[in-house]
């Protein structure tokens, strides 16, 4: 990039969120099954390259680095949390490299990327060295007001002061536009500048908001720039806020998803993570949540109550009521639930059935194979066409390891029966129902392991026969 137009975005996102009366860091809160804070990153990438992108972060650092980490985001560690001012001159030795630097705020999740384009271009064509991005919400209060500047009796574009909730008079309470606490600076200006910052204030903290005054007496272009949509630009600063944007944030994926071809019955019911992504003709029942990286072919039906998580689904999926899915993969055309559990690593074939109270974990099961009632199914490979009984267990764990089930094609396992692992059941081989099978079993052969039944004729009948006789002497 060329000096002159190099620039930086710096999200500060160090302070506690006392408001939130939470002990952990306010910006791995989450909406949308994302931390704000992430939700932030995420549109900052969207402007400037990552490597550009720095997280200031405080409270609870260590935890935010290990949550964030992996978005690739730079950290700068403010030790102590003095005030937004005091987060910028933490920042200084990375920020100042750069000709300008936008900041945002780690707790404003729904900043768009357009939104911080028209921030940035807006500074840099009125060559300001502050520009603050305002809105004018319903109700100004707890907010920092924006005191413009009058020119020939109007106010200007340009700023004199922002003043804080507690710090402003009768007069200044009175204006409805407020600080997002999002700008752009020029860096030069900035840290020239910034070490005159004071902690004269309610809170004894450095306010960043004090540089437009800062920056006017130094004879600086001070402006303001008001966000087209209020809401995105708004922060969270209480539970209440919190679910509210979330809220917000879902009703709007699941707009989008109907918007596509997607059916949604009662979407205010429906948790969609925004990752989520859903083919046409596919039905949402109420009550469904689909989160995290899930993928959900056309044609299918989600059943209601049912829980999906990362999991991949293909064309022409039932999934009934009531399922559970982490990590999962299910092929078009497979019918699973009601009430089924796949766990990480289950892949469940074209056509396949999984049906009630059964439980997968790792296992491959095979096209158009049935496990249909009360199972539990781990590490296993089971091919095509395989009938599992009900109540069939694969018993996948000695007390240490854990070993494999291989079940060729065709095989009928009979209800209650136990497959102690390692072992083998060959092609088209059935399994005697109420089986404990500890070895191999040949293709095509018959496996029985259980004692035999006995019949004792007339036994029953004498037994009462004597229990009566008893109780009446
Ligand atoms: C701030 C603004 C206010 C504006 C409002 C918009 C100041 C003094 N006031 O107030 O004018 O209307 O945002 O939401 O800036 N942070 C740090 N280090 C600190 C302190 C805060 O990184 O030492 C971070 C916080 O984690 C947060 C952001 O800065 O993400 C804003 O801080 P917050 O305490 O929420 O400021 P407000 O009181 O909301
Ligand atoms: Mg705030």
């Known amino acids: 990039m060329k000096k002159g137009e190099s620039i930086a975005i710096a999200i500060m996102a160090a302070g506690k969120g006392t408001r939130l009366k939470s002990k952990h860091p306010k910006v791995l809160h989450e909406i949308g099954g994302k931390a704000l804070l992430r939700h932030v990153i995420e549109a900052a990438a969207q402007v400037v390259p990552i490597e550009d992108v720095y997280a200031i972060i405080g409270y609870e650092a260590e935890l935010v680095r290990k949550a964030l980490g992996d978005t690739g985001v730079k950290f700068i560690l403010q030790e102590e949390q003095r005030g937004t001012g005091h987060a910028i001159m933490c920042g200084r030795e990375e920020l100042k490299k750069y000709e300008h630097v936008l900041v945002l705020s780690g707790d404003t999740p729904l900043i768009r990327p357009e939104v911080i384009e028209r921030l940035r271009d807006f500074h840099l064509q009125k060559k300001a060295a ?38 402003a008079n009768k007069q200044q309470l009175k204006i409805g536009e407020i600080n997002t606490g999002i700008y752009a600076f020029a860096s030069k200006p900035l840290f020239e500048n910034i070490d005159k910052l004071s902690t004269d204030n309610a809170h004894r903290e450095y306010y960043l908001t004090d540089m437009a005054v800062l920056l006017g007496k130094a004879k600086q272009k001070v402006l303001a720039v008001k966000a087209g949509e209020m809401a995105e630009a708004l922060g969270v600063n209480s539970r209440a ?29 429906c948790t969609i993570d925004a ?39 293909g064309d022409g999926v039932l999934v009934r009521q009531g399922t559970i899915m982490d ?13 089924s559990h796949l766990r990480p690593g289950s892949e469940i074939s074209e056509k396949a059935h999984v049906g009630n109270f059964v439980e997968t974990k790792k296992v491959k099961l095979g096209k158009g194979s049935k496990a249909n009632h009360l199972t539990y199914l781990g590490d296993s490979v089971i091919g095509a066409g395989v009938n599992i009984g009900a109540g069939t267990i694969t018993c996948n764990y000695d007390g240490v390891n854990k070993h ?13 029966s136990t497959l102690v692992a390692p072992v083998k059941l060959g092609k088209g081989s059935y399994v005697g129902a109420g089986s404990c099978i500890t070895d191999e079993v040949p293709a095509d052969a018959l496996a029985i392991g259980r004692g035999r039944q006995i019949n004792k004729e007339g036994w029953a009948k004498a037994k009462r026969e004597a229990m009566a006789a008893a109780k009446k002497s």
């Open 130 to 167: 502050m520009t603050i991005l305002t809105a004018v919400p319903p109700d100004p209060f707890g907010f920092g007001r924006i005191v413009r500047k009058k020119k020939g009796g109007k106010a200007s574009d340009e700023v004199q002061a922002i003043v804080e909730q507690k710090a």
């Open 241 to 269: 806020e919190l679910v509210r944007l979330d809220a917000q944030i879902r009703a709007a994926k699941c707009t989008a998803l109907m918007d596509a071809g997607v059916t949604i019955y009662k979407p205010e019911t």
């Open 275 to 313: 990752d989520v992504e859903i083919g046409t003709d596919t039905v949402i029942e109420p009550f469904v949540q689909l989160l995290g990286k899930t993928k959900v072919g056309s044609d299918c039906r989600i059943r209601s109550g049912s829980v999906i998580e990362n999991s991949a689904i």
């Open 327 to 339: 990590s999962a993969s299910v092929h078009n055309e497979a019918i699973i639930g009601p009430y």
């Open 404 to 416: 494999t089930t291989t079940i060729e094609d065709g095989v009928f396992v009979g209800s209650d």
